[in-house]
């Protein structure tokens, strides 16, 4: 689901709160679960999404299945959002809540494609490649794509580095069509 404006105000007031209460790694945990959790569930994206469900049996159905798996304070911050008829974000929430929490612990997250498999010396050097390159920790989270024939593409942020072989054969193709030399000599 696509962030929102609505799911963003809202997570940053969580996420401030848990700032300020000093429950943020608690916090942050129980929003990767929840996100999971929606992700997974057909059925709960269904019900998060139904304008005819009460608020009140939103909050119940939240407490039901998160109730064990959760703190109280994000329980409490789910049963305010279905309260607010504002439940239909609460994945929107969950995204921005953790983009919050990587840049507030200075984390980026590096994704890389690459036609084979990176090897552990391949992966460390990428990681160092962006630790000096943005100063932070990194996550780097990878991805297999035959169809790029060798090289990789590593996308950090709005930075992206393509080295692949496809890139270089379609600007190779790209060139050959503009037919630079002309008839006549």
């Known amino acids: 689901m696509k962030n929102t404006k609505v799911g963003s105000r809202y997570a940053r007031a969580f996420f401030d709160l848990s700032v300020e209460k000093d429950f943020l790694e608690e916090a942050h945990a129980d929003m990767q679960t929840i996100r999971q959790t929606i992700r997974s569930s057909r059925e709960l994206r269904l019900m998060l999404q139904n304008p005819v469900i009460s608020p009140v049996r939103k909050a119940a159905v939240l407490r039901e299945?998160?109730?064990?798996?959760?703190?109280?304070?994000s329980l409490l911050f789910m049963r305010l959002l279905a309260m607010n008829r504002r439940e239909m974000h609460l994945e929107a929430v969950t995204d921005e809540f953790g983009n919050l929490y990587l840049v507030h612990k200075n984390i980026r997250l590096a994704?890389?494609?690459?036609?084979f498999p990176l090897n552990d010396a391949l992966r460390e050097k990428v990681i160092d490649m962006v630790k000096d390159r943005f100063h932070c920790e990194v996550i780097l989270q990878e991805e297999t794509d035959p169809g790029l024939i060798g090289g990789f593409v590593l996308q950090v942020d709005d930075y992206q580095f393509d080295t692949s072989m496809l890139t270089e054969l379609n600007q190779l193709?790209?060139?050959?069509?503009?037919?630079?030399?002309?008839?006549?000599f």
């Open 111 to 115: 994704r890389i494609r690459s036609a």
């Open 65 to 73: 299945i998160f109730g064990q798996h959760v703190s109280e304070g």
């Open 173 to 184: 193709r790209k060139q050959f069509q503009e037919n630079v030399y002309k008839k006549g």
